[in-house]
């Protein structure tokens, strides 16, 4: 059974792509989620909003990543390309050129936007067992 987590924990370092997780992320055994199709991602946007009512300061990493070939998106996990994607208008637009890792943008109403991987938000990590740690949204 698939469980989708939220971590507290922020996020350093740049995520590779065949990196499971950075050491710096504790996924506990699991990875960034990958969302697969429109009703995962709509109930990770509600849990997103409930989590955090009217802030917008807080962004969640997903498993999506261009850092092999500019604009080919990828999961790390999986090594799969999307066949599905939720941008937000203008995405993925590579400001600064440096932007190859991918998370849920709170001003957008969690849309996906693309980002530095080296700026420090929270992410939702996928497990196939349960593990200690984190809040269970699914």
Same mark, same amino acid.
């Given at each position: 059974?698939?469980?989708?987590?939220?971590?507290?924990?922020?996020?350093?370092?740049?995520?590779?792509?065949?990196?499971?997780? /950075?050491?710096?992320? /504790?996924?506990?055994?699991?990875?960034?989620? &990958?969302? +697969?199709? $429109? $009703? =995962?991602?709509?109930? @990770?946007?509600?849990?997103?909003?409930?989590?955090?009512?009217? *802030? %917008? *300061?807080?962004?969640?990493?997903?498993? @999506? =990543?261009?850092? $092999?070939?500019?604009?080919?998106?990828?999961?790390? +996990?999986?090594? =799969?390309?999307?066949?599905? =994607? %939720?941008?937000? !208008? %203008? +995405?993925? !637009?590579? +400001?600064?050129? !440096?932007?190859?890792?991918?998370?849920?943008?709170?001003? *957008?109403?969690?849309?996906?936007?693309?980002?530095?991987?080296? !700026?420090?938000?929270?992410?939702?990590? &996928?497990?196939?067992?349960?593990? $200690?740690?984190?809040?269970?949204?699914?």
């Amino acid at each position: 059974m698939r469980h989708l987590r939220v971590r507290s924990h922020f996020k350093s370092g740049r995520l590779g792509v065949r990196i499971m997780c /950075p050491v710096s992320i /504790p996924c506990s055994g699991g990875h960034l989620a &990958e969302i +697969q199709d $429109a $009703a =995962t991602n709509k109930f @990770l946007q509600d849990k997103s909003r409930l989590g955090h009512a009217n *802030d %917008n *300061d807080y962004n969640y990493f997903i498993d @999506l =990543t261009d850092e $092999a070939a500019l604009d080919e998106w990828e999961w790390v +996990q999986s090594a =799969t390309k999307p066949n599905f =994607t %939720n941008w937000g !208008d %203008n +995405q993925p !637009d590579h +400001q600064g050129n !440096d932007e190859h890792c991918v998370f849920l943008y709170a001003k *957008d109403h969690y849309r996906w936007h693309d980002v530095d991987c080296d !700026d420090h938000d929270l992410f939702i990590c &996928e497990e196939e067992e349960m593990n $200690a740690g984190g809040n269970i949204i699914g």
